[in-house]
């Protein structure tokens, strides 16, 4: 059994910095591409960032120049460092990941970390 583990979230000031976690724990061989999510209050979940198992990167153009995805390979964790933070940043972020179990990639989600940008 595999799961992902999101951490890092937390209330902020504008203009304030945030770096989120996504570890993948459990019997896994490794992770492919990932992406990040958030959904804010009221609204639909939206894709964020995504970055491909050979680190290609990409962005929503509301988060480009703050926001970057990375990953370390032999931790099994990608992250999402936040610059510059808005308001209207704040939302549950969420990471989903192709996760290697058992020979296979299967997709997975995270519980979810709240971020709140707030003076």
């Known amino acids: 059994q595999v799961q992902l583990v999101e951490s890092g979230g937390g209330l902020v000031q504008p203009g304030g910095s945030l770096r989120l976690s996504c570890a993948a724990s459990?019997?896994?061989?490794?992770?492919?591409?990932v992406d990040w999510h958030r959904q804010p209050p009221g609204k639909q979940r939206e894709l964020v960032a995504t970055i491909s198992s050979g680190g290609s990167t990409n962005y929503v153009d509301s988060v480009k120049g703050r926001f970057i995805i990375s990953r370390d390979n032999a931790k099994n964790t990608v992250y999402l460092q936040m610059v510059s933070l808005k308001p209207e940043d704040t939302a549950v972020y969420y990471c989903?990941?192709?996760?290697?179990?058992?020979?296979?990639?299967?997709?997975?989600w995270g519980q979810g970390t709240q971020v709140t940008v707030s003076s």
């Open positions: 459990g019997s896994t061989g490794g992770i492919g591409a």
């Open positions: 989903n990941a192709l996760v290697l179990f058992r020979g296979k990639y299967i997709n997975s």
